[in-house]
């Protein structure tokens, strides 16, 4: 029997988001329990040339909202992207998770053979099939921004393990 593309999808994105906001909880309770400001995760990488939490856990956000809006021909919501604290990426994904449930599954299954054109970089674009875009494209990236922003917050001395990570799955 073959999965739906929506439940191939929104429970993956719903579990990893809440996943995500619990790793920040641990962020900021590290933070409070050694006594410096938490602005010092939201700005720091793993590298010199890669993105900062911040952007880390805004582009694990869009990724799911604007992948089941192109899939599913919902208009995807706005966001700015001012958020600059813990508190404020928390609110974030609470604001995606919210409108992922808005979406009618109905309208998220059967797009496996629509096409999805999508921009990638400033000016290309992409197409691919929906089952491709979602299982090669959306998912993976979602899981890299998601994995980065874990071990950022790793890597700075936040006691997170694979338990963390996986805090919700079934």
Not at 72 to 92: C, H, M, N, Q, Y
Request: glycine share 6%; proline share 5%; with cysteine.
């Amino acid at each position: 029997m073959a999965i739906s593309m929506a439940s191939a999808s929104l429970p993956i994105f719903r579990t990893t988001l809440k996943n995500l906001s619990h790793i920040l909880d641990k962020g900021l309770a590290h933070a409070q329990a050694r006594k410096f400001d938490p602005q010092v995760l939201t700005v720091a990488r793993l590298a010199p040339d890669m993105l900062p939490l911040t952007r880390q856990v805004l582009i694990a956000c869009d990724g799911p909202k604007l992948g089941i809006a192109r899939l599913s021909g919902v208009e995807a919501p706005k966001f700015e992207d001012t958020e600059t604290t813990i508190e404020e990426l928390k609110a974030r994904i609470a604001k995606t998770l919210a409108w992922l449930d808005t979406v009618p599954v109905e309208k998220i299954d059967g797009t496996e053979d629509k096409d999805i054109t999508f921009p990638v970089g400033r000016e290309a674009t992409r197409t691919m099939k929906g089952e491709a875009y979602l299982k090669h494209w959306v998912l993976p990236n979602f899981f890299f921004h998601v994995t980065t922003a874990y071990a950022i917050l790793r890597h700075n001395g936040v006691e997170l393990g694979k338990a963390d990570y996986l805090a919700g799955a079934q």
